[in-house]
Every structure is written in structure tokens, then in C-alpha cells.
């Protein structure tokens, strides 16, 4: 089993940044695929962006150029920087550990709120 721990998100004015950090509780092996999605106060979980094993990255196209997402395998650990919030990015931040079973796993979720 993995175990995901998502941190830093917060309270930031519009324009401003956040650092997400996604900590996996053991080593990633294999083919796989880490990701970010986000989920707003009632609307469905949405993808934000992926990294595979590869380093091959995926962004959905409302946060290209504004979203950097990274890895660290020795850490075990996804990051995903977020440059030019705006308000339409508020919602609870879900890290996501994609297998090569199929299987996924989630963390807790973190929040993220942008004022105007």
C-alpha cells in the first residue's frame, strides 16, 4: 500500500503563488504516473496535471504556463508550483499515484483559497 500526504496549501490573494507537496509513504517503482487534480465546491474532481515516471508532463489547459508539476524520487515526493493564482483555482488540491496495475491511490486533499 502507498500512503499520500499533500501540504502547503493556503490562503493567497489573486496573483499570487503556492508550493503543493505530495509525500508517497514508500518508494514509487516501475511505470507509473503521479498527478494532481482539484475539486471546487460542487463541481466534479478535475485533472491538473500528470508526471510519469519518464518525467513525460501533462497540464490541463487552464494552467499552462502557470503550473510547473516536478518530482523527486528520492524523496518520493510530487511537487506541483503554482505561479498567478486566480480565484477560479480555489478548490481542495487531491495528489494521485497511478500504478502500472491500474491501481490508484489518493491523499487527503489540501486546500487551496484565492481571494480577489
Known amino acids: 500500500q502507498v500512503e499520500l500526504v499533500e501540504s502547503g496549501g493556503g490562503l493567497v490573494q489573486a496573483g499570487g503563488s503556492l508550493r503543493l507537496s505530495c509525500a508517497a509513504s514508500?518508494?514509487?517503482?516501475?511505470?507509473?504516473?503521479m498527478g494532481w487534480y482539484r475539486q471546487a465546491p460542487g463541481k466534479q474532481r478535475e485533472l491538473v496535471a500528470t508526471?510519469?515516471?519518464?518525467?513525460?508532463?501533462n497540464y490541463a489547459d487552464s494552467v499552462k504556463g502557470r503550473f510547473t508539476i516536478s518530482r523527486d524520487n528520492a524523496k518520493n515526493t510530487v511537487y506541483l508550483q503554482m505561479n498567478s493564482l486566480q480565484p477560479e483555482d480555489t478548490a481542495v488540491y487531491y495528489c494521485?499515484?497511478?500504478?502500472?496495475?491500474?491501481?490508484?491511490?489518493w491523499g487527503q486533499g489540501t486546500q487551496v483559497t484565492v481571494s480577489s
Open positions: 494521485n499515484y497511478h500504478n502500472n496495475y491500474g491501481l490508484d491511490y
Open positions: 514508500r518508494r514509487l517503482g516501475g511505470i507509473n504516473t
Open positions: 508526471i510519469t515516471s519518464g518525467i513525460s508532463t
